[in-house]
């Protein structure tokens, strides 16, 4: 009987939770398993041997439960990027002895590209060190949506549903006045505007907002976003604009950046405001009439009380697949997702090769995203809309979400 | 048989609907009134005679219900102040003159401050001309909690629930690191702490965040507050600070006036960046330690799907209790709460007298909050607790909420 490891890495999420009790299920579930370890703040609580015995600590059904629900990450995150083992062999010859030593044969890492990066290394070392007493699994995490070989990551589907519930309440706000007003939301995403396309599902039979989006992946030019707003308030009298903070405009800079980083402020520090404030400036300087910005900010990745059930169950398949993956001899690879049909929407989980995933970032499609640039498809929208679907009950204490803390 | 009239006014809040629905009830199962009318962007509806029957509109009970939870204002709403009646009577006598042509005999406006001195000169009006056809009543609204003679007000609770989560939230995702961390989170509130003393409803038995709170009745000094920190970072590695947007130093003067507004920007605009980035500026000078601020902007006053079970439940009721006593005769009156025990919660809806009410602001009492002022007393958390408690089961369309749109 061995033990399997699991940990956490990159930027939390409402999902990656989910992921991780995954793991626990298949290992409590696993005859060929004797306790489910957990890595306290990823791969570096594997090398300071920082270890809680998951199977403990969830024995009850209700404890993962509850943990499948809380936001961010339970058992801690990092961002420790492994070295080329040829340059420095030290890390991942102490990861193995760390590994035997607690008599563990399966490691399951669950995050973003970064985190793919180290799985994909570790188990590059493994085979070409002839190491076979230990398997090592991937679990995809990243809101961002920019993990390639899988239709779509853990913890997307959450971010997608906050963002368009929260357009649809900026829509109800905005529409109570009755004089012309653009309302600017900058939404997370520097490479790929996955999330900022969500805010589309905010559209309904009876209002259309945003009534602008402007993804990372088109050059953004500023005369033409001034163009665009001033064409929309002839249609509504309220323009609701989705951005990525990311946008760039024609030589590649972030549009704004001089304005947003170049100045100083008081203590000598770079103004550190983003594209929606930058963009709230233009309108008002440009159209004149009332605008503010807004940020969704971090409630983003952890809006536990705005859980997708597709992402909440997907994630906990995909961590229990990567598990038992593991057990059955597998290696070197990650868990994924194929959708199998949109309508009605069904998936299947399969094992995506890890030399394809790591390091890379999988954007828009040119052709999902209307040629002027101010726009996404049809064809995204129907992408998006079964990823947001189904919502997960919480469970309230003194009328706030419970959580799971260890 | 005569026709009721309702009217939005003010800031937009999650539970402003569910009062204008209160008074349809009212106007509905009453056999004195024939139509409940709705006037579109609060007075000025009533000055355009911009009416809308809302006993047609909202003719089904399950039309009602959903207009009870949908937040913002769903009639609109505007910013405006009726000139003092001395000074300019036409206003007066073209409402008075709409009111009669349209055999309204009842005009129930929900709002804040502003919205109470207009109904309260509207009321004075009707007395002092002999006016007796028409009772004018109020029905209190504010996120803000600043409105006097009613023990808190329709909107608060929504309001503090939604922060006490989000609060909830930030704490899972701070604690991911494990790197010193400050995270200032910027909460609504220019001259009454009450928004952000919620925030201390986040804190349970596992985590005491946020650890330090900001109100703005007390002065804020910055020297004292980076110790404050600085102490807080000995106890706790990851430190959460609440702070009211509308913070002030020993003269009065909103902290870091002159960095915030005093700059100005590319297009010889003043910055607008709230209290949050400017003491994410000041936390990065002196302490140095990774620090990053948060505001939470509008969604604080219209997230729909965060809504508190109590606060739904007394805002329709306020609202019946001003028509149903409209109905009886009353006038110059706005429907209030009394809290009658804490423990169990227990209220009584009453009738407070306007002048009273009318552009007076009602700040946290200084002694509710602790002497070194960064923090709030037991008997506060007391006063908020049952205000954010129950949750009210949205309907959901496609994976976001589904709303009232007229």
Not at 11 to 16: H, L, M, Q, T, Y
Not at 359 to 366: G, I, M, S, Y
């Amino acid at each position: 009987m061995k033990n399997i490891l699991v940990a956490q890495s990159g930027g939390p999420s409402a999902a990656i939770n989910a992921t991780i009790t995954g793991v626990i299920d298949a290992g409590i579930e696993s005859d060929q398993i004797e306790h489910v370890y957990g890595a306290l703040n990823g791969i570096k609580g594997v090398l300071n041997e920082n270890l809680v015995m998951l199977d403990k600590v969830c024995a009850s059904k209700e404890k993962r439960d509850l943990l499948a629900i809380t936001p961010a990450a339970a058992l801690g995150s990092c961002r420790w990027k492994l070295e080329d083992p040829k340059k420095n062999v030290k890390e991942f010859e102490e990861i193995i002895r760390i590994l035997r030593k607690n008599n563990i044969g399966y490691f399951v890492y669950t995050g973003g590209n970064d985190s793919m990066d180290t799985v994909y290394k570790l188990s590059v070392y493994c085979k070409e060190h002839g190491i076979e007493d230990i398997k090592i699994m991937g679990a995809p995490k990243t809101i961002d949506n920019d993990l390639g070989e899988t239709d779509h990551s853990p913890g997307f589907g959450s971010a997608a549903k906050f963002i368009a519930t929260a357009f649809t309440e900026i829509a109800c706000d905005c529409f109570v006045y009755d004089v012309p007003s653009v309302t600017i939301v900058e939404v997370m995403g520097r490479n790929a505007g996955w999330l900022t396309a969500s805010a589309a599902l905010a559209r309904n039979g009876k209002r259309r907002v945003p009534q602008l989006i402007y993804l990372c992946e088109k050059v953004f030019d500023e005369e033409r976003f001034i163009d665009d707003v001033n064409k929309a308030l002839e249609v509504d009298q309220n323009v609701i604009v989705a951005v990525s903070e990311g946008v760039k405009d024609a030589s590649g800079n972030y549009v704004g950046e001089e304005t947003k980083s170049g100045k100083e402020d008081a203590f000598g520090h770079k103004y550190l405001s983003g594209i929606g404030k930058y963009l709230e400036g233009l309108v008002g300087e440009k159209i004149g009439c009332k605008v503010r910005s807004v940020e969704l900010n971090i409630l983003q990745r952890c809006a536990g009380y705005m859980l997708s059930e597709t992402d909440i169950i997907e994630s906990r398949n995909l961590g229990a697949y990567a598990a038992i993956s593991a057990i059955r001899g597998e290696s070197g690879k990650m868990s994924a997702i194929e959708r199998v049909s949109n309508d009605p929407y069904q998936v299947k989980i399969k094992l995506a090769d890890l030399s394809k995933i790591a390091n890379f970032e999988k954007t828009v499609p040119e052709e999902w995203i209307t040629e002027d640039g101010k726009d996404i498809k049809e064809e995204l929208i129907e992408y998006l809309k079964p990823l947001i679907r189904g919502e997960v009950n919480i469970p309230y204490e003194n009328g706030v979400p419970k959580h799971f803390i260890l």
